[in-house]
């Protein structure tokens, strides 16, 4: 297979002087007289990205993404270490780098075309494609900074994959925009990546991160802390960060303000193993069902998928479950879906209880909502911790003499 | 971007490895500078075009604008100068229609893009900050937009003024003037450019250069005959002068377009060809545009992480 990233021993080193006499001398003596004190935001990162796969980058505030963000486009030389890109490389690091407020959107998106490196030429073959992508509407020949944030941060992401690169590089800029948006970006990044199109991918969201990208780097200041699939470097990093595993639980929204025509969730309902609404507590081991419905008010465009999660109180992602994870699809314009719970395998403690409408990909979410009260759960035993495992002791030891 | 607009330290191998801090470095960026900047030549355009019309957008007048205001410059200057103190330029004797007030408005008209020029490009690179730390930005094409803006002004001015000087009866200069208007206008802008070009890189490692520069500018259109006559029948001082006035490449530069657009020169001593003058520009221009092209290219693998 083809590289088209690659990095050996990559680091990235910033210079601070003490003073801007400190930075005069160490100027005109070549070098040599009063150096600067080094701040390596990066060090000894060597990965390698194929030609049509996905890198998502981790890592706390400050551990380096950004760096290696900016090196991987090009806009700032390595300190140590090297790196080869193959094919046009598009990044959208800040949105609305570039933009002039006073012109209208049609001449910022070719600005921003310019900036990214197209030929006129090229522009004009394209421009029709990224504004109609952009969807401004009548804005398109109103001033900048007229736009909403959406508006602009729209125009920006569209100029910047309406340029068809090899290597697209995003600085978690695609969780922008309302919400229709979002879900038309997600969507052009999957035909992106259909069309042999490689990904870098820098966000806070991981699970973004683990439906998008094949396998994740994570960064722990400036250094290469974990790199392989997904799922494996997404909840390293989770447990190590100590909180919330998946942040499926973030903005479940009310039906009412959601658009018109979205996919929505129109009931979640907790039940006991006889059919009946659980209303009280109930008993670890116990059997349950969950019921969740839904209406497509436009069912031909995409199969949605039906996730449900169990958070507890600190944020915790105890356990989730999906029909994007268990191979179902849900076609038509309204449905239920229903989740036995056998023996419920959660010991003591408040869960709370989501229901997720997704996309077809398992990553844009069209609705959210919690059971009406959380799930309490009661255990007669005295066993600890957050679940009961299925077990079973096998004790082999030495007669003991008495 | 199939090729980068800037390519930082990109080997034939394709490897981007770490700058090397040597002279053979800094020769061979120097050497690919015009290439990245003649890539970049879309952008150019597109942002010169930008600039320009940015000063007029919303406007009643808009485009209208650059004209308009040399024009009222040019106006006060003849009532000011040529009405009311009648000063006259010995060189101009025969032709009383050019009086000072024209020849201060042509000088003033060329230092007055110049100046802008240098100053607006010197803090160039740092104001657009956000490109040069995000994107791989030619970040020298930044001092020449500002530079070419400048001169575009500039140039739309001296055209309203030959307008003027056409409609109002005293005819166009001597054609072997005019011909030479495109060879000054290119070494004006490759003098401007070098110079703001060195200045924009040393502003991003240390700020105190923009101020410098706007003091060296205040002193450079005193010591260049913007306001004063470099001609002792007019202004006898200057007679012991003229050696060092003429050593000026800011002279020959204001010299040279007045010469083109009054068709004369300041002083009966000086030569009465746009063609010497920009015979001495020329060396000025080249040597400012080799300083801009090694100052910036010994500073430019500092500039994305120092803007």
């Not at chain 1, 551990?63 to 090196?71: D, N, P, Y």
């Not at chain 1, 116990?286 to 998928?305: F, G, K, T």
């Not at chain 2, 100068?81 to 060189?91: K, N, V, Y």
């Not at chain 2, 208007?181 to 070009?197: E, H, N, W």
């Amino acid at each position: 297979m083809s590289h088209v990233v690659e990095t050996q021993g990559l680091g990235k080193a910033y210079a601070s002087y003490a003073s801007a006499r400190a930075r005069v001398l160490h100027g005109l003596s070549f070098g040599r007289w009063s150096r600067p004190r080094e701040h390596w935001a990066l060090r000894d990162v060597s990965f390698n990205l194929e030609r049509g796969a996905s890198l998502g980058l981790i890592g706390a505030n400050g551990a380096g993404k950004s760096t290696l963000l900016r090196l991987l486009a090009g806009a700032s030389a390595p300190s140590a270490g090297r790196l080869r890109t193959r094919g046009r490389v598009a990044s959208l690091l800040e949105l609305g780098t570039g933009f002039h407020p006073d012109f209208s959107g049609r001449e910022n998106a070719r600005l921003c075309g310019v900036l990214l490196g197209a030929s006129r030429r090229e522009l004009d073959e394209r421009l029709d494609a990224i504004l109609d992508f952009a969807e401004l509407g009548d804005a398109l020949d109103a001033p900048l900074r007229t736009y909403s944030t959406g508006m602009a941060m729209r125009l920006g992401f569209a100029a910047a994959l309406g340029l068809e690169p090899d290597i697209l590089i995003l600085d978690e800029v695609f969780a922008v925009g309302d919400q229709h948006f979002q879900k038309k970006c997600v969507d052009r990044l999957f035909a992106f990546r259909a069309a042999g199109g490689s990904l870098i991918l820098a966000s806070h969201g991981l699970y973004d991160v683990r439906q998008i990208c094949d396998r994740t780097l994570w960064l722990d200041q400036g250094a290469l802390r974990g790199l392989g699939p997904s799922d494996e470097v997404t909840h390293a990093y989770a447990a190590w960060m100590g909180t919330r595993a998946g942040a499926l639980d973030e903005g479940e929204r009310d039906a009412a303000t959601l658009p018109p025509n979205s996919p929505r969730l129109t009931g979640f309902e907790l039940l006991d193993g006889e059919g009946r609404a659980v209303r009280a507590a109930v008993h670890s081991g116990a059997s349950l069902e969950l019921v969740a419905s839904w209406h497509d008010p436009r069912p031909a465009r995409a199969p949605l998928h039906l996730g449900l999660s169990f958070t507890r109180q600190d944020g915790t992602l105890v356990a989730a479950v999906g029909t994007h994870l268990d191979g179902l699809r849900l076609d038509a314009a309204e449905g239920q879906v229903r989740l036995e719970l056998p023996e419920l395998a959660l010991l003591a403690g408040s869960f709370r209880v989501l229901a997720h409408l997704f996309d077809e990909h398992g990553v844009h979410r069209f609705h959210e909502l919690p059971l009406r009260s959380d799930l309490v759960v009661t255990a007669r035993g005295r066993e600890l911790g957050l679940v009961r495992l299925a077990h079973h002791w096998h004790v082999r030891q030495p007669e003991s003499v008495p | 971007m199939s090729v980068p607009l800037s390519e930082p330290q990109a080997a034939t191998s394709g490897w981007v490895e770490p700058p090397r801090v040597s002279l053979r470095a800094i020769v061979l960026a120097s050497l690919r500078l015009p290439a990245v900047v003649w890539r970049g030549r879309d952008l150019v355009a597109a942002s010169v075009g930008r600039e320009l019309r940015a000063r007029f957008r919303g406007s009643l007048l808009g485009p209208l604008w650059p004209l308009v205001h040399p024009l009222a410059l040019f106006a006060i200057y003849g009532f000011v100068f040529a009405q009311l103190f009648g000063m006259r330029l010995a060189a101009h004797g025969g032709n009383p229609g050019l009086g000072y007030g024209v020849w201060l408005f042509v000088g003033s008209l060329v230092w007055a893009s110049f100046a802008e020029g240098v100053g607006r490009g010197t803090s160039s690179i740092v104001e657009h900050r956000g490109l040069v730390r995000q994107l791989a930005f030619p970040a020298a094409t930044l001092p020449l937009i500002r530079v070419l803006g400048a001169a575009l002004t500039f140039a739309l001015g001296a055209g309203a003024f030959l307008a003027v000087r056409g409609l109002s009866g005293a005819g166009l200069p001597d054609l072997e003037h005019l011909v030479w208007l495109p060879v000054l206008l290119v070494l004006q802008i490759a003098l401007t450019y070098g110079l703001a070009l060195a200045a924009a890189a040393l502003h991003v490692v240390l700020r105190d250069t923009a101020h410098a520069v706007g003091l060296l500018l205040s002193v450079a259109m005193f010591a260049t005959p913007v306001f004063w006559v470099p001609d002792p029948a007019v202004l006898p001082p200057v007679e012991p002068w003229l050696d060092w006035i003429t050593a000026n490449p800011l002279f020959w530069l204001l010299e040279g377009w007045r010469a083109a657009l009054l068709g004369a020169p300041s002083s009966a001593s000086f030569p009465d060809s746009v063609g010497a003058s920009c015979a001495a520009l020329a060396p000025w221009a080249a040597g400012s545009l080799l300083l801009g092209t090694l100052v910036f290219c010994t500073l430019e693998p500092r500039l994305p992480d120092e803007v």
